[in-house]
């Protein structure tokens, strides 16, 4: 029988810090490879899933993001992301 692994509650801010990290790291690869705008469009529901599977791979509870208020949040967040990152 497969050993059930100890799932942990997503820490406050977690959630944001993943995001912007998916979101940097998505910028640095448009920056590299423009064409990537045109070849792999990201909407989003990509960042959102993206972060909760990372967040699932580290072995914490993702069933609150799911909850359409926390959900709502989640991509209003992904705005102030971007416009903290916008270059000059």
């Known amino acids: 029988m497969a050993q059930q692994r100890r799932r942990k509650p997503i820490p406050r801010g977690l959630i944001r810090d993943v995001r912007r990290e998916i979101i940097i790291q998505r910028q640095k690869d448009v920056m590299q490879n423009p064409n990537l705008i045109f070849n792999d469009r990201w909407d989003l529901s990509k960042i959102f899933y993206d972060t909760r599977t990372r967040l ?10 799911n909850n359409p208020g926390k959900r709502k949040a989640i991509h209003n967040d992904v705005a102030d992301i971007c416009e903290e990152r916008k270059t000059p």
Do not use: G
């Open 56 to 65: 699932d791979r580290e072995d914490y509870i993702t069933t609150p993001m």
